[in-house]
């Protein structure tokens, strides 16, 4: 089965706002410790950006993961 690109972001952004909630901080919060603006943030919560890979290991280490955690999980 082929994944689409609309569902991968969906997958992606729905594993980001579960391990932001999970650090305890707000989407703002959490977004200010990624280097982003809040609405861009919300933006790939939403599953609504195809985001960089810079842009990725940033919100990884604010979760405090490794690469191959976050992937893995």
């Known amino acids: 089965m082929k ?4 569902v991968f972001l969906k997958k992606f952004g ?12 707000s989407q703002e919060q959490f977004a ?16 609504k950006s195809n985001t960089p890979i810079f842009t990725i290991y940033r919100i990884v280490k604010a979760c ?4 191959s ?3 893995s999980l």
């Open 3 to 6: 994944l689409s690109k609309e």
């Open 14 to 25: 729905q594993r980001v706002k579960f391990l932001r909630r999970q650090t305890g901080l």
């Open 32 to 47: 200010d410790k990624v280097g982003i603006h809040r609405t861009y943030m919300g933006r790939i919560e939403q599953g």
């Open 64 to 67: 405090g993961l490794k690469s």
């Open 69 to 71: 955690e976050f992937l």
